[in-house]
């Protein structure tokens, strides 16, 4: 089972990841063969180097994460809610969101799923 402490050390690193704009910091936090569905029912992002390059992308916007509330940690998946602040098409754009990462034995992700959709997007 995933040590519960280093689960959410886990997603701090990842909200700094975002904050460094670091998309080698991101994907460092994923298992080899991992996933990353972000936005649920999207084509998945398969292996670490893919998911390094949609965080690269998405870390081109000036992407900013704010935690909003405490993470929930349960077995093997901890879930947070957060907002995305980004600049798109030349104005400061708000995403409310809500990430689940599943966690392997060695405490690395080996699925991300994000859940947001339109109603969720602010400024857009």
Known sequence: MPDPAKMEAAVHAYVAAFD?????QAAALFAQDATV???V???PHKGREAIRAFYAASMQTGAKLTLEGPIRITA???AFAFCVNLAWEGKQQRVDVIDTFRFNEANEVTEMRAFFGPTNMHGF
Do not use: V
Request: charged fraction near 30%; proline fraction near 14%; hydrophobic fraction near 20%.
């Open 37 to 39: 569905e972000d936005p």
């Open 20 to 24: 460094a704009g670091s998309a080698d």
């Open 41 to 43: 029912g999207s084509p």
């Open 76 to 78: 093997d998946h901890a």
